[in-house]
């Protein structure tokens, strides 16, 4: 049933993908200022609101396991953390891959860059953790604190554009954006929900077998419990 | 001087750009398809 689910939804995102990637390219108008350029922003920011999301929702988990041990959260959260630094890693790329030809610079330390590299240097510290420690109940527990520690970037990324005033803009309004672009970017912003969605069943799935498998007593210990 | 060089800020425009529009797009499509390609690798398998 649940593969069948995957199997559904990764032909709708592979259907959402393309035809979101036909908006974005030929269907919206090119920007004022920035030209064909500012087509990036069509894979550049919801790559990065599903980064956000997913670290959002690690730390919902993390909380979540504390109060309230369970497998399938630790799982989950280690789904989140993992999918979360994928989609910021190379939305990160796109944004470099952006600034180069409308701020002449592929880097610059930025706060909100600043505060997106070391988000993704901390959950990948996350998930090293997570390989580090044999004891699953310590490797929980401890990923969960940890979890929770680095989840206080989270806001720093999202409110940095506005705290500091610098090179990054700050969030568009659909109110200050031409229609058809809007129209593009939340058709964009659906397309990668269902990838992600897509990217976290299919993870998680994988976090709950070796769990499983960590949980199984060898069969030597079986045979001698008989 | 300057209302010339306000009328020339009006109406700058970035020309050109599809190489980084494309380089954005190709890293999006190889990066979506690398990571699902990881996870299928890594599914669960069912024991015999």
Known sequence: MLKKALIALTLLAIGLVVWAAWLGLAWAPPDREMGDVQRIMYVHVPAMEMSLLAMTLNFICCVAYLFRPRWSTDSLAEAFAEVGLFFGTYGLVLGSIWGKPTWNTYWTWDPRLTAMAIGLVSYAGYLALRRFVDDAERRAVWSAVVGIIIAVDVPIIYLSVRWWRSLHQVQSSPATVDPAMVHALRWNFVAFFVVFIVFVMARYAIARARREQEMTPPPLVLEAAR | ?48
Do not use: C, D
Not at chain 2, 29 to 38: D, E, F, G, P, V
């Open chain 2, 1 to 48: 001087m300057s209302v010339h060089l306000f009328l020339a800020a009006e109406v700058g425009r970035i020309q050109g750009g599809w190489s980084f529009v494309w380089a954005a797009y190709g890293v999006t499509w190889a990066a979506l398809s690398l990571y699902a390609l990881s996870l299928w690798l890594r599914r669960p398998k069912k024991e015999s």
